[in-house]
């Protein structure tokens, strides 16, 4: 079992069933999910953006940190299990060994957008499609990447 699993092995497991909802966007609840087993698509604005089936995914972690709402939608693409911590800020303060994979997770999506971002400059710089053009395919790349 991964390090991650095992130290979530006595939260509590919700269930879902494919269509499910299980995070709403722009909805706050405090709640850290980390998938066990399953598949699981994330939406924003209604668009899908990836689907993932990696166990220890963690879904609500920039909400916790930030203490907002959720920036995007997560629903279960087949029967899910998720370990629930109820109190995302409570969790993470117990086991503070999480916060440095929470950081890695953040940095790593900071350096991909970050990159992106210089691609859309050389490509606006170099290219000669309509600026319209260059910044939806630059976006859809940078949401295919989250």
């Avoid at 405090?30 to 990836?50: F, M």
């Avoid at 940190?65 to 899910?80: D, G, I, K, R, Y």
């Avoid at 971002?117 to 395919?137: F, H, M, N, W, Y």
Wanted: hydrophobic share 45%; with cysteine.
């Amino acid at each position: 079992m991964p390090p991650l699993l095992e130290i979530c092995r006595n939260l509590p497991v919700w269930s879902y069933e494919p269509g499910d909802v299980i995070i709403h966007e722009d909805r706050k609840d405090g709640r850290l999910y980390i998938l066990k087993k399953g598949a699981v698509e994330v939406r924003k604005a209604g668009q899908p953006v990836i689907t993932t089936t990696t166990p220890g995914a963690i879904f609500g972690e920039v909400s916790a940190l930030l203490q907002a709402a959720h920036s995007a939608s997560v629903v279960a693409a087949v029967e899910c299990e998720f370990y629930v911590a109820e109190n995302a800020e409570e969790f993470l303060h117990a086991h503070p060994e999480l916060n440095i994979h929470i950081a890695r997770l953040l940095a790593f999506r900071l350096q991909r957008v970050t990159q992106q971002l210089i691609d859309l400059q050389e490509l606006a710089d170099s290219s000669g499609l309509s600026p319209t053009t260059r910044v939806k395919g630059v976006l859809r790349t940078l949401a295919d990447q989250f």
